[in-house]
């Protein structure tokens, strides 16, 4: 799913990469990424695409092969496909490496080509591993610590000058995962990777900060932080592919914790970027403020001595999972899941109470981390609060995508699954 479509660098990509793109012998449009086809290795790719013997990985848009030891070759779908774009995978990968813009174990593209035809093939480096599944390739601490590092290199970006952008405020991007989906993704007991880049944006950091924070062009959706208000490839990562594990697997409360206490390192590490990036950013105090939130958050997702997290902080981070699960079900750009207009409605209002009264608790305690961690969540939902506004005028207007899927069924939660105490297992108090 991919939503807002947000400027970014990608518009004026001159495919620069190790060599401008040129018409081979055969006629073929060939664009050099990180490496200069023969003409026998564009052969030899669009012949695996052909081998019936070669079990290809589906897309919507397209199909990849494997294609020797060490590559994939994708071919687009054309005309058969959901929303094909081939230009767009290419040009993010040829952005990627036109600026040293990579990720651990993750796809690198090498080249692409059209045909006279004008089918589009891209050849690319292979992610080892299998996507995630329960009982064959479990999500461990090492893996998901892997993913969280990846989520850390996008967010904290890259500098890439001579923006495309009319209004560009400074020169640092980021890497937006749209599709961070189990599909796309692989991993082992010790690492993970990620491949598939079509629904990704790179984005200017200031420019993002204007639009969602300033002007408030960019509308509330479901990959949206709670620390910055920017959209979140973390928040991506957990409702596209970490909660569709959490409701399946024997062991939820065990993998969802050791989840949070690496996200306390993710936002640890993102609260001392903003801090820096405010030196050079044209909105130094959104930043500077983005840093506070981003440590507060942080240090409530951290484990005690004992190893134990706290109960109320806990469910609140399961709580904003499962919006943004809602939220994304309802939404136009999704094909699959059921909706509960009435359950949803209910789901947004208790959330609030429940925010509001740890937010009362914690000003009564004095503790300043929760302050700040119960008022994001506050805005937060209070802008999630719309979607309730948008079923209902989707149901009025008849709209078939949202039609089809209603259900009077009361759908199972994130917040069944898993165990909660009573009271916060601890009051970490900040005065």
């Known amino acids: 799913m991919r ?7 990608l518009n004026a990509t001159k495919f620069y990469g190790i060599q401008k793109p040129y018409i081979d012998d055969k006629g073929r449009y060939v664009i050099p990424i990180s490496k200069v086809p023969s003409d026998g290795q564009i052969d030899t790719a669009i012949v695996t695409t052909l081998d019936e013997k070669q079990e290809g990985m589906q897309g919507y848009n397209g199909e990849a092969f494997y294609y020797g030891k060490d ?27 036109e600026n040293n813009l990579h990720f651990n174990d ?13 089918e589009y093939f891209l050849v690319s480096t292979k992610v080892k591993g299998e996507s995630p599944q329960v009982n064959k390739t479990p999500f461990t ?26 209004e560009s405020f400074s020169d640092r991007c980021r890497f937006m995962n749209y599709d961070f989906n189990g599909r796309n993704m692989k991993i082992t007991s010790k690492s993970a990777g990620l491949f598939d880049f079509e629904y990704s944006e790179i984005e200017n950091i200031d420019n ?18 709670d620390t910055s208000g920017l959209a979140s490839s973390l928040r991506s990562f957990e409702f596209f592919t970490l909660y569709e594990y959490l409701m399946r697997t024997d062991n939820p409360d065990e993998i969802f914790e050791e989840y949070l206490a690496l996200k306390s390192k993710y936002h640890s590490s993102m609260s001392e970027f903003f801090k820096e990036f405010s030196k050079e950013s044209a909105f130094p105090e959104i930043a500077k403020s983005i840093s506070i ?27 904003k999972i499962q919006m943004a699960v809602f939220i994304h079900d309802q939404s136009s750009f999704c094909e699959t899941g059921e909706v509960n207009p009435s359950q949803l409605a209910d789901f947004t209002e208790d959330a609030i109470i429940y925010f509001q009264d740890n937010l009362k608790r914690a000003k009564s305690l004095h503790d300043n981390d929760r302050q700040i961690y119960y008022t994001d969540c506050l805005k937060l939902f209070l802008s999630w609060r719309m979607v309730n506004r948008n079923v209902a005028s989707k149901i009025e207007n008849n709209n078939p995508k949202i039609i089809r899927k209603l259900t009077s069924d009361t759908l199972p939660t994130l917040l069944d699954v898993l165990n909660f105490k009573d009271k916060p297992s601890r009051m970490s108090i900040s005065v």
């Open 3 to 9: 939503i807002n479509n947000i400027s970014n660098n």
């Open 71 to 97: 590559l994939v070759v994708k071919r687009y779908k054309g005309a058969n496909a959901l929303n094909d774009d081939p230009m767009r995978e290419i040009k993010i990968l040829d952005t990627m490496y």
């Open 106 to 118: 993750s796809q690198r593209g090498h080249y692409a080509f059209r045909t006279p035809e004008g």
């Open 141 to 166: 601490r090492e893996n998901l610590s892997s993913i969280v590092d990846i989520v850390i290199q996008m967010d904290r970006g890259t500098i890439i000058k001579n923006s495309a952008l009319e």
């Open 208 to 225: 993002s900060i204007y639009k969602s924070l300033i002007t408030e062009e960019t509308s509330p959706s479901c990959h949206q932080s």
């Open 293 to 319: 939130k981003e440590g507060a958050h942080s240090r409530l997702l951290s484990p005690d001595i004992y190893g134990v997290m706290a109960s109320d902080i806990k469910k609140a981070e399961a709580i």
